[in-house]
Structure formats: C-alpha cells, structure tokens
C-alpha cells in the first residue's frame, strides 16, 4: 500500500493564480502485516487447553431430531470458548447470551444447536457468524424452553368409512429446545374480565432453530408455556439463510384466553 505526498498550500500560493501541476511522490507505507505461520495453531493450543469456565467442548446438532441422540463416537464435537458479553441488559433474554469463539476444523452456521458436554445445557447460536483468520466467531443463547406445537386438525376417514384421524388438537412440531422472553415492544391493552381496567395483553417473542419438522410451523398453532397455551400470531424468517438450509426461526405468541390451563405445571 502507498500514500500520496501531495504539494503543501503555501508551495502553490508563491505562483499565483494559476499555479503549476506537481507530481506526487508515491511512497511505500511502513505498517505492512505478516501473519505469523504458526498464528493458527497457537489459537487451536489455546482452545484445546482446559481453562476453567471458559473452553467446552460441544455436540453440534445441525438437525436437533437427527443429531440430539447420536453416540458419541458418530456425533460431532467442536471444541468452544464461552466469554461473557458486558452489557448490563436482560431485555430479551440479552443477559442469557455469551461470546462464542471456535477455530476453523468445522464450519459453523447460525441456528446450530450446541449441547454443552459438561453440564448438558443447551445452546443456540443466534448471531451471524464472523469469520477472522484464525477463528469462527458468534453468540449463544441459552435455550429456557421446550417446544411442542399442536394444530387443530379435522376429522379424517379412509374410503371404507373407517377412522384415520380425530378431530382436534395434534402434535406437528415434537419437542425442540428454544428460547422464549417477553415481548419488548409497545404492548397491546384490551378489557379483561378477571380483573378491573384494561391491563396488557401477554404476547411472547420466541426463537427455536429452522430445519426440515420446525419449517412446518403455521399461524395459529399452540404450545403451552408454563400453565398457559399460546397461539402463534406472527412467523419470521428474516434470520433463516437466504439458501434456506440453516437459521432460526423467530415468531410471537400470545396467550390464549382462559386463564390457567395447566394447574401445577411449569
């Protein structure tokens, strides 16, 4: 890289109007960078040391149904570095959230599902992924719900007459970890019986991972949260990739009326 040496003001202004065309002095520059050859592997070291509370190793489920219950010996394994993120805010579920460092031996994308060795707790990674010379980096949020998401479907009957399917609620999306917090936005008000006045209405934002099952995802399907059913109002995909292999899937869910539906459960 060079930098230009241009004629100073003054220099011109001894000539006049009209003062004479300089030539440039082109110069090299001194801040030129070499990679280090063995930068690569002194960062994969450091990662592969075992520093409390910092480096994990992970099984990466691309597909939760598919990967979640391989062996060990056919799963994948990627070796993590979990650091803290300094902000202060727990909107949105900001506090459950940690940096997210990995080398370069597996490619990682977001939407993948991490379960971490040491303690089984389930991660997402919910930031598009960096990439730097010698590390992949993103976000993972801590997964604080399973999902299991019913529809209403009709009554079906085989040509002889025979019944191959009730009417009534089904499970289309079986359990799959994710992330549910408040709705952080202007909150809608109505009237309410139960209680004097109007009072906001509860409405959730909520995240799990897109692959093939969770893809099938449709306005109005149900899932209970706590000892309440939701009803989903809103699906985004702006956070799937534009092939439509990987991502997460965002939507908001507000509570069905009725009150409590499920006495005990949490």
Request: glycine share 6%; charged share 30%.
């Amino acid at each position: 890289m060079a930098h230009v040496n241009w004629s100073r003001r003054k220099e011109i202004k001894k000539h006049g109007k009209v003062a004479p065309t300089y030539a440039c002095d082109v110069k090299d520059t001194q801040n030129h960078f070499k990679q280090p050859p063995r930068f690569q592997d002194d960062y994969t070291r450091v990662l592969m040391t075992d520093h409390a509370h910092t480096n994990y190793w992970f099984k990466l489920c691309r597909n939760w149904y598919e990967d979640k219950d391989k062996p060990e010996d056919e799963a994948i394994w990627i070796r993590g570095e979990q650091t803290p993120i300094q902000w202060k805010s727990a909107i949105g579920n900001a506090d459950m959230k940690t940096g997210f460092n990995t080398d370069w031996d597996i490619p990682i994308y977001r939407g993948d599902m991490l379960i971490r060795r040491s303690d089984n707790k389930i991660y997402m990674l919910d930031w598009n992924v960096q990439e730097y010379p010698i590390a992949q980096n993103s976000q993972t949020i801590e997964c604080n719900h399973y999902f299991e998401f019913y529809r209403d479907m009709p009554e079906l009957t085989d040509d002889d007459g025979y019944l191959i399917q009730e009417k009534g609620p089904q499970i289309v999306i079986p359990k799959i970890p994710g992330v549910v917090a408040e709705y952080t936005g202007r909150p809608d008000f109505e009237v309410v019986q139960s209680t004097p006045g109007i009072t906001a209405v509860d409405l959730l934002t909520c995240y799990v991972q897109w692959n093939p099952i969770t893809k099938k995802m449709r306005l109005n399907d149900t899932f209970r949260f706590g000892q309440f059913t939701y009803r989903v109002e809103n699906i985004s995909i702006e956070r799937v990739e534009i092939t439509k292999t990987h991502g997460e899937i965002m939507f908001h869910a507000r509570r069905v009326t009725g009150g409590e539906v499920h006495d005990g459960e949490y």
